[in-house]
Each structure stands twice: as C-alpha cells, then as structure tokens.
C-alpha cells in the first residue's frame, strides 16, 4: 500500500488521474447536447432509453459517441496497467472514469448509463469478460428482443463472469462489482418499470 501511494504522487500518474476526471466528465455527447435538450425537457424524467437515444442522434453519431467513450477509457486503462504497471491504479482510472461518466453534470444527458466506459475498461482489464458479457447480451437480446433487458441481466451478472475468468483476483471482482452498481442504479428507474409491468400483467 506504501509502494501505491507514492505512486500516486509521481508526475504521470497524477496525469492520468487528471485526464480521467476528464475523459469522465467531457463526453463526447456535449458535441451533440442540442440534439437532446428539447425531447429531454419535454418527454424525460429519467435517463431516455437505449432506443431513444439512438433514434435521436441516429446511427453514426450514436456508434462514434459510443466508440470514443469506448477507447478513450481503454487507452487510459491501458496505460496504468501495461506502462504504470499498477492493478490498483487501473482500479481507481475505472472508478473515476465511470463515476464521472454516470453522474457528469456538464453531461447533456446527467451522465450516462456506463455501458461505453465498461466495454473500454474490460477490453484492457480482460477481454475474455468483455467476450464473455457480449455473447450473454446477443443470447439474452434473441431470446427476449428487449435490449434493455439484455443489457440490465448482463450488467448484473458482469461481477459473476469476472469471478469465473480471474480465478479469484479480488481486486477485479471488486471492480466490476462496483461498475455494476454504478450502472444498475442508473437504470434502477427502467429495472421499477419492468417489475411493474410483470406485476399489472399477473394481476
């Protein structure tokens, strides 16, 4: 723990910290905040839907948005892992990146849900989870056609898939269990409808 905490206090990794308060907090969507300022104040209490987001900004805009949030987080993760040679401080680029990302108040959208940031942070950490988690997705996506139920049941069992692929590393379990906390309650809104609407369907 002495060794991780002058680390902190090095040049390069206070860098990094700070060009992950960064990437968290400056989305890429500010680019785009006129295209959501409207329909926001007008339809949305909560955070918009998967597919509302998509159709407003419409298929590039949604894929480059989601594609720089992706590998913006995996480069900074990449170098506190392979080049700082620092788990921990990987650990801690997540949580900031993420945090930010989710709960950004220059974010047109109040944050968003995490799903660009994990992909990112995965495909650094363990790209056998990131395989993993994708695969349950378009399994869980085909069998329901609702890719809101997909992504909330692969977010919730991600801490599951990394205990199986890490054989036990405590610090990824920990991290993606905390990554799914973060992005369930951003949904936590989407998660009271459903069971709402399989309670009015059983009565």
Same mark, same amino acid.
């Given at each position: 723990? /002495?060794?991780?905490?002058t680390?902190?206090?090095?040049g390069?990794?206070?860098?990094?910290?700070?060009?992950?308060?960064?990437?968290?907090?400056?989305?890429?969507?500010?680019?785009?905040g006129?295209?959501?300022?409207?329909?926001?104040?007008?339809n949305y209490?909560?955070y918009p839907?998967f597919? /509302?987001i998509?159709?407003?900004?419409?298929k590039?805009?949604f894929?480059?948005i989601?594609?720089?949030?992706?590998?913006?987080?995996?480069?900074?993760?990449?170098i506190s892992?392979?080049?700082l040679?620092?788990?921990?401080?990987s650990?801690l680029v997540a949580?900031?990146?993420?945090?930010? !990302?989710?709960?950004?108040?220059? !974010?047109?959208?109040?944050?968003g849900?995490?799903t660009?940031?994990?992909?990112?942070?995965l495909?650094?950490?363990?790209?056998w989870?990131?395989?993993i988690?994708?695969?349950?997705?378009?399994l869980i996506?085909?069998?329901?056609?609702?890719?809101? !139920?997909?992504?909330?049941?692969?977010?919730?069992?991600?801490?599951s898939f990394?205990?199986?692929?890490?054989?036990?590393d405590l610090i990824f379990?920990?991290?993606?269990?905390?990554?799914?906390?973060?992005?369930?309650?951003?949904?936590?809104?989407?998660?009271k409808?459903?069971?709402?609407?399989?309670?009015?369907?059983?009565s």
């Open positions: 723990m /002495e060794e991780f905490l680390l902190l206090k090095s390069p990794v206070l860098l990094l910290l700070s060009f992950s308060i960064l990437i968290g907090l400056f989305s890429p969507a500010i680019l785009f006129s295209k959501f300022t409207k329909p926001i104040k007008i209490k909560e839907r597919l /509302e998509y159709s407003l900004l419409g590039n805009i894929c480059l989601s594609f720089l949030e992706s590998i913006s987080t995996f480069f900074l993760m990449f892992i392979y080049y040679d620092s788990i921990l401080l650990a949580i900031i990146i993420m945090v930010g !990302h989710s709960f950004s108040i220059i !974010h047109p959208l109040r944050g849900t995490g660009a940031p994990i992909i990112g942070i495909l650094a950490c363990s790209p989870t990131l395989i988690c994708l695969t349950f997705f378009l996506y085909i069998f329901t056609k609702q890719i809101e !139920h997909a992504e909330i049941l692969t977010v919730a069992i991600m801490p990394s205990i199986i692929v890490s054989g036990g379990i920990l991290l993606t269990t905390i990554l799914s906390m973060i992005s369930i309650k951003k949904r936590w809104y989407l998660i409808e459903i069971f709402d609407q399989k309670k009015k369907s059983l």
